[in-house]
């Protein structure tokens, strides 16, 4: 039985209808990047994907949904809240336990971001912040990752560690990709978005990003 499925969906965002007639599938194990020009609708597939997984699915939300007022490890903290009881979490807010720093800084240390552990979200980089978010959906765990542009603010060195981490940690991944290169990279099959209905959905197995030029209207 397919992880996430879709037949004949037409997908609404705040009202208006974004796609339409949209159908396909994705089985546990497969590495999706959603691609297409901006406004094409991945962030709303994306969400859409999500709902039918929240149970089992970590999220890296486009925007990073973060506590800019809380430290580094209180955000990624937040991952596993319901993991744990009310009062547990009020005393961790209050006074880190050593047992939940030592559990979150390898996560930090996969996005390089072990020296910002006890630094406020609102004093990090645009960067930062997103690798907090990345770092607390995979402290987060589950089987299924879904990511809205992980890597869109962070240099190409970095992307690929991101990248790497959420690929090597979660057996499904989809990713909304706007980067072509590391959607071919990174993923085994894509799915282009435009003009609100889904254009391909194929391999990435012998693709080039030169063979996407035309979906978006490069000469």
């Not at 999706?32 to 597939?45: C, Q, R």
């Not at 999220?59 to 973060?66: K, T």
């Not at 997103?130 to 589950?142: C, E, K």
Request: net charge negative; proline share 5%; no cysteine.
């Amino acid at each position: 039985m397919p992880l996430f499925e879709l037949s004949g969906a037409n997908i609404a965002y705040d009202g208006a209808n974004v796609l339409n007639d949209v159908t396909l599938k994705i089985e546990r194990g497969e590495r999706v990047a959603l691609v297409g020009p901006s406004g094409a609708g991945k962030s709303t597939l994306l969400n859409t994907l999500y709902r039918q997984q929240a149970a089992r699915a970590a999220l890296v939300p486009q925007e990073y949904a973060l506590v800019r007022s809380l430290s580094v490890f209180h955000n990624v903290y937040m991952g596993r809240l319901n993991r744990h009881s009310s009062a547990y979490n009020l005393l961790n807010l209050l006074y880190p336990l050593p047992r939940e720093i030592a559990a979150i800084e390898p996560f930090l240390a996969m996005v390089d971001l072990a020296d910002k552990l006890g630094t406020p979200a609102g004093e990090l980089s645009g960067g930062e912040q997103q690798r907090t978010a990345v770092a607390r959906a995979l402290y987060q765990g589950g089987q299924v990752l879904l990511a809205d542009e992980p890597v869109s603010s962070v240099d190409p060195l970095q992307s690929r560690r991101v990248l790497d981490a959420i690929t090597g940690a979660h057996e499904t991944v989809v990713l909304a990709m706007h980067d072509v290169e590391l959607a071919l990279e990174y993923a085994q099959r894509l799915i282009g978005l435009k003009d609100g209905r889904v254009w391909f959905d194929q391999p990435t197995d012998g693709m080039r990003a030169a063979d996407l030029n035309e979906f978006y209207g490069q000469e």
